[in-house]
């Protein structure tokens, strides 16, 4: 199990590390406070000591687990993608829907921060 998300994203080639490594810059990018490990054997992001997302490759989609709550926000712009409960795969036959996961980091973003407050 890699030891850090560096590590983690050796694990990958081609479109799927570089999927990664886009939402990964997509999660620090709206989160720049989150703090960046490896959880269930994926990368995972925290602010706050709460969970943000997680991310992890797979040879035929990029999977996002923004908790229930992040998915339920977004229900029915997530309505074409499969999913499960608190997760969402994004194909790699598909465009990576950028900017809806931009604005699902910045929801769950803003739901950690109105906890802490």
Do not use: W
Not at 19 to 29: E, N, T
Not at 52 to 70: F, N
Not at 77 to 83: F, G, H, I, M, R
């Amino acid at each position: 199990m890699a030891a850090n998300v560096e590590e983690y994203l050796q694990q990958f080639e081609g479109v799927c590390r570089d999927r990664l490594s886009q939402v990964r810059q997509i999660i620090l990018k709206e989160a720049p406070d989150a703090v960046e490990s490896i959880s269930y054997g994926m990368p995972a992001y925290k602010t706050f000591g709460k969970p943000l997302v997680y991310v992890a490759g797979y040879a035929k989609h990029i999977g996002l687990y923004a908790t229930p709550s992040g998915h339920a926000a977004f229900e029915v712009e997530l309505a074409s993608y499969k999913q499960g409960k608190g997760s969402v795969q994004f194909p790699h036959n598909q465009p990576l829907p950028e900017d809806l996961i931009r604005r699902i980091v910045a929801f769950r973003t803003q739901e950690n921060i109105d906890r802490n407050t």
